[in-house]
């Protein structure tokens, strides 16, 4: 049976939940509301969205690191809330992270070859020719010499280090890698070679990327659909091709407007994205982005927007652009895939 590899349905995380010191009440935070979307085998679905809306903690439900308050995540159709330690452990196989920072996530007394070549050792004891192979060969796989195997983290540049990072995620042939700002530390012409790679790698092995960045000019030239997130929730999930051409949400419009645009001959708008993120503490009525909404109404005030389906296979929260009485009725979930 073929389906999606993962599955998310109405993920939600709330941190601070229950009594604290003295039984005192502990305000929530609500870092992830209600997500749901899916994963093709060999697909890349990109999350992006302003610091603190919530996506690492979606990685880290994803990755099982944190416990969801409900909701569930399903791989390959089973739920891994159900998975035994050790299945566990072969679905952690499965799915590796790459994380912003390489250098505080690399061992800095390891050399790269010893890095890269630990995930499979975890599982498997190589002996010297075999480690040294192993190496060379992930080496190669992010373009890499061998000669750097012998190399220490703090030996190598900024995007060597997150190609260093890469190769240690490709260690144990994972099917999917979840990329969380992977290249948001690198400088520009740094970022477009990783982003190259990554992608030249989905080719060659198949692979599926979640690819998570706060800055969406970062991801107009990867992914086949973007996911928007605002406060937790998303609010527009879209062929990418499609969002960048068109956004319908008023918050996708407003990101697109005010990134920065390295195409100079393409306008650039004043940032229309007025005041801060509201806090995931005391989020706002209704439509949680209605106080930075230069379209919001009465109604985006008092109630919370349902993602809709619209008829070129996106779906959106905005009663504005994608008012529900206008849609023909449909089952949301068969939306949410490719
Ligand atoms: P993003 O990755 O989009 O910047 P995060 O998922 O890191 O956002 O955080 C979402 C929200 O959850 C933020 O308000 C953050 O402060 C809060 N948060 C994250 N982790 C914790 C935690 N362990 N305890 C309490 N709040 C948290
Ligand atoms: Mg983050």
């Given at each position: 049976m073929s389906g999606p590899l993962l599955k998310v349905e109405n993920l939600t995380k709330h941190y601070g939940v229950g009594a604290g010191f003295l039984k005192k009440k502990i305000p929530v935070v609500r870092?992830?509301?209600?997500v749901s979307f899916s994963v093709e085998p060999g697909e890349t679905l990109c999350i992006v969205g302003e610091?603190?809306?919530?996506k690492s903690t979606v990685a880290r439900l994803l990755m099982r690191l944190v416990e969801p308050t409900a909701g569930r995540v399903l791989i390959d159709g089973t739920?891994?809330?159900?998975?035994?330690k050790g299945a566990m452990r072969s679905w952690r196989r499965r799915m590796q992270m790459v994380f912003q920072d390489p250098y505080s996530s690399l061992?800095?007394?390891?050399t790269a070859g010893q890095i890269i070549t630990e995930p499979v050792e975890n599982f498997e004891r190589l002996n010297r020719n075999q480690r040294q192979a192993l190496a060379a060969e992930l080496l190669g796989k992010v373009g890499?010499?061998?000669?750097?195997?012998?190399?220490?983290?703090?030996?190598?540049s900024g995007g060597q280090r997150q190609r260093l990072g890469i190769a240690r995620a490709l260690a144990l042939k994972p099917a999917l890698i979840i990329a969380d700002e992977?290249?948001?530390?690198?400088d520009v012409s740094v970022q477009a070679q990783i982003l190259n790679l990554l992608m030249d790698l989905q080719q060659q092995m198949g692979i599926a990327y979640i690819f998570i960045s706060h800055d969406l000019s970062v991801v107009e030239h990867i992914g086949h659909r973007v996911a928007v997130m605002y406060l937790g929730r998303i609010v527009e999930l879209a062929p990418r091709a499609a969002l960048f051409a068109k956004p319908v949400h008023p918050y996708t419009e407003a990101l697109i407007a005010s990134a920065p645009v390295p195409d100079p001959t393409r306008v650039r708008h004043e940032?229309?994205?007025?005041?801060e993120v509201p806090s995931p503490l005391n989020p706002p009525s209704g439509c949680a982005f209605h106080p930075r909404?230069?379209?919001?109404?009465e109604r985006c005030r008092i109630e919370m927007p349902p993602l809709v389906p619209l008829a070129d296979g996106r779906i959106v929260a905005c009663?504005?652009?994608?008012?529900?009485?206008?849609?023909?009725?449909?089952?949301q979930g068969a939306l949410l895939t490719a």
């Open positions: 870092a992830v509301e209600d610091s603190g809306c919530g739920d891994i809330a159900g998975l035994t061992n800095p007394r390891l890499m010499s061998p000669e750097m195997m012998h190399r220490l983290p703090s030996e190598l992977a290249v948001s530390a690198l940032t229309p994205l007025d005041g909404c230069p379209l919001a109404m009663h504005v652009r994608a008012p529900m009485s206008e849609q023909p009725a449909q089952p």
